[in-house]
């Protein structure tokens, strides 16, 4: 890639891990040494790794803050690739900022709502630095008569119990089944959620 910062963002469900991992891995294939980090809260895959629905990985390391990834930063590393930014403390900008400025490449996957289909942490300040995005979308899974809605899924829908999250509850619910699916504007759901103010 010849731009600097890249950014994959969309949905649960999109592919951007998958989409991160095929541009790591054609940076190696041209001979590039690449770092690849995560944050240490993403547990759902081995420790050590990211990997994608579909089976690809590399290896990764779990950082518990931004400025951890500057700890690690090897000398010869012409590109470090992030997974799951949106975890990340506000800290990322300036340390995206530094890489860039130490001629590093970057290149991002996050999601870039929440459940809420509200921006979602560093995102919005990390994507208005890109000088390219990508954006994925899912396929919308809402059942309609026995059939799925089909369309593009740019949102994340948290159900728990089966139903629509509501705006207000906890991230962690003591059991209760919690899911999440990819759905489409019209199909995204969310309860008790403030209409917009104007005026
Ligand atoms: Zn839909």
Redesign the pocket.
Known sequence: MTEKLKGIAGSMFAGKTEMLLKEISRAEYAGKKVQVFKPAIDTRWEAGSISSHSGGSHEATPVNNSYEIIEYLNPDTYMVAIDEIQFFDAGIIDVVRFLLEEDIRVIFAGLSLDFRAEPFGPMPELLALCDDIDRPTAI?N?NIDGQI?G?E?TRTQRLINGRPANYDDPIVLIGASQEYQA??P??HKVPGKPQPKIK
Do not use: G, L
Request: with cysteine; proline share 0%.
């Open positions: 919308c809402q809605c369309e899924a759905r489409c019209n199909h």
